[in-house]
């Protein structure tokens, strides 16, 4: 889940690089008389760029509550955020950087749904136990780098997180109208208080408001630039959803986010309920696990209040759109989508897609990544021409620590590509009408595309000759397949497949040398460990998938049952991906039922026959 797990990405605990703030007051006071001077003369920022003069160890520390236009606990009383404040010393006005989070405050213990075995029991273990920290935190590296720059940057609780009122709703409008809320207060729209309940203007900004954040928090950048929300310049949205749909279904199927059997919005609303009195919300989670629908999983009212594609038309903020190719977590489909989608809007933008999966670029590339976000933000929060702008759109990480760049993606010289299957091959015609396999819901999909050439009951795999060249796919890949079901598993899963030895990402790990890339004070030194990737020699890797509930061939929204031995036309989308094929290697498609790690898993032993002369894949190459 975008919540629970241990995340490389800088979010709910930014990992080791989360550290607890000074108290507010003791910071403030302790340093205000010997940096006034210092303060006053502070020079503008230049057109080379915001430079960091700016003392960071007399910033200033705030905490204020900013006043919703939303409800969602019901008490009577508009919803209140919890934000902190960091921000330079100075008369003159500057921009903020902000960042959202419904993870400040720690997270709740929450077990998943168990009914992802169809045939055994589906109740919820309701057994939560609160941990929700009391101290204020500063995360990561952006008040360390970008404060001295001249810039406030902002810490928001997510309504029904942390020091926030409201209820947690995963994705819901009131969390979207939440953090608008505190762009809008950043613009003297909406009003904020602090401890005592005065009013507290943010008289120091300017109004332009960069939203920044991996996972949960990168959504919720996503949601509020759907809003239209003036003020709000750029986000920079990290492995983030564009549609919870997708995230927790797939094609009218119920499918869970990778290593996370069971998990659903109302396990991860419950997970991050770590306001005081959450038991104020016990309603609104009951809603949720109706709502949600675990039975049908078909596109309903409920995921179209979190689908923010259909407001996308909306968004007047740029985009720095960044996703971690090997992300099975928040899957690379999200960011396809929003980009494809960005792009029809004509949204200014630029995407970096890297090798690694759940985490920030800044774990993996990180003076590039710095240089590049700082230009960002100077850019579009400074309105300095940095020239980033008139760059190559892309960067992607063809393979461990190989970046090529392009002037747009998917790549411009990219072009459909469509293959017939055959005899167990991929471009060829077939010789036999029907091919069938077995459902088994014991094996992974991992063990299924194994043995590309063997035979397996369990699977059916087609695969091209030997490559010639070197051939990249960059886009999303698209599977027809004409097949008949009878048993008790209702999916579909395609699997694309490169076959052939190589060195394939395999992980990042944590080293004992650390970079300290901007000024501290004591608890927070501006210091972070260096990070590298794991690489591994494997015979295959499977680079993308995709899933379908064949009662829902007709429309997401709507299921419609089959008839058992009917053939049917079914038509579905695997994730987005940029991935290199090498010389001599297979491409290959696996056609399995049920997917272990990710689909529900239906009684085994559903018989799938598949008519190979009327499929195909469809991938854009280069």
């Known amino acids: ?24 007051a003791a910071t403030v006071s302790a340093v205000v ?17 915001t430079q960091p ?57 929450v077990p998943n749904h168990d009914d992802i075995d169809r045939d055994g029991a589906h109740a919820l273990r309701a057994d939560v136990s609160a941990n929700r920290a009391d101290t204020i935190t500063f995360a990561g590296y952006l008040d360390n780098y970008f404060v001295p720059r001249g810039y406030a940057v902002a810490f928001a609780d997510s309504l029904g997180a942390g020091g926030s009122t409201g209820c947690p709703t995963s994705g819901g409008r009131n969390e979207t109208l939440g953090m608008k809320a505190v762009v809008d207060w950043l613009n003297g729209r909406a009003k904020a208080f602090d401890s005592a309940g005065a009013p507290v203007e943010a008289r120091w900004s300017t109004g332009r408001t960069g939203m920044i954040g991996g996972s949960y928090n990168g959504t919720l950048a996503n949601a509020v630039a759907t809003t239209g929300v003036r003020g709000l310049e750029t986000i920079v949205p990290t492995a983030a959803i564009s549609s919870w749909y997708d995230y927790y279904r797939a094609n009218g199927g119920v499918v869970a986010p990778g290593g996370f059997q069971g998990e659903d919005t109302d396990v991860l609303a419950k997970a991050v309920l770590t306001r005081q009195n959450p038991e104020v919300c016990a309603g609104v ?18 995921w179209a209040e979190r689908d923010y594609l259909r407001d996308v038309h909306k968004v007047r903020a740029s985009v720095l759109l960044v996703h971690g190719l090997h992300d099975f977590n928040v899957r690379t489909g999200q960011a396809g989508q929003w980009w494809d989608a960005l792009a029809a809007n004509r949204v200014p933008r630029k995407i970096w897609l890297h090798q690694a999966g759940h985490t920030d670029p800044f774990n993996i590339r990180r003076e590039q990544w710095l240089n590049t976000l700082h230009r ?66 014991a094996r992974t999909a991992e063990d299924l595309a194994a043995n590309e050439t063997a035979t397996d009951p369990n699977r059916l795999a087609y695969l091209t000759a030997p490559l010639t060249k070197q051939t990249r796919l960059s886009g999303t890949p698209e599977v027809t397949v004409r097949a008949d079901l ?41 210091c972070f460990n260096r990070r590298e990737y794991i690489t591994a020699t494997t015979p295959y890797e499977i680079v993308t998938r995709g899933w379908i509930d064949v009662r829902n061939r007709l429309s997401p929204a709507h299921t419609t049952p089959i008839r058992p031995g009917k053939a049917y036309t079914f038509r579905w989308n695997l994730q987005t991906t ?45």
């Open 285 to 302: 989670m009951a809603a949720l696990e109706r709502d949600q629908d675990r039975e049908t999983g078909d596109y309903s009212r409920f």
């Open 376 to 441: 960002w933000f100077d850019q579009w929060l400074y309105k300095i021409d940095t020239g980033i702008m008139r760059e190559p759109i892309a960067d992607v990480e063809v393979a461990p620590n190989q970046w090529q760049t392009a002037r747009n993606w998917p790549l411009p010289d990219s072009r459909p590509v469509v293959l017939r299957l055959g005899d167990g091959t991929l471009g060829a015609k077939p010789s036999v009408t029907r091919q069938t396999f077995i459902d088994n819901t």
């Open 578 to 622: 940029d991935h290199v094929f090498a010389p001599g290697h297979r491409i290959g498609l696996v056609l399995i039922s049920t997917d272990r790690d990710h689909t529900l898993r239906y009684p085994t032993g559903t018989v799938v026959g598949v008519q190979p002369a009327a499929s195909h894949l469809k991938l854009r190459l280069s």
């Open 33 to 49: 008389a010997a940096t006034a001077a210092t303060a006053a003369t502070a020079a503008p920022p230049d057109t080379e760029g």
């Open 1 to 24: 889940m975008i919540g629970r797990r241990p995340p490389t990405i800088d979010s709910r605990r930014y990992g080791d690089a989360m550290r607890l703030a000074r108290l507010l």
């Open 486 to 526: 009878t048993g008790d598993s209702p999916y579909l899963t395609a699997l694309l497949v490169d076959y052939g030895t190589a060195e394939r990402f395999a992980g990042v790990r944590t080293l004992p040398v650390q970079d300290c890339i901007g000024p501290g004070i004591e608890g927070d030194p501006g």
């Open 53 to 109: 003069i700016y003392d960071y160890a007399s910033a200033i520390r705030e905490q204020v509550w900013v006043q919703t236009s939303v409800d969602s606990d019901a008490d009577g009383a508009p919803d209140r955020v919890a934000v902190r404040v960091i921000r330079p010393r100075t008369d003159r006005k500057i921009p903020v950087i902000f960042q959202p989070s419904p993870y400040y405050a720690g997270l709740n213990d």
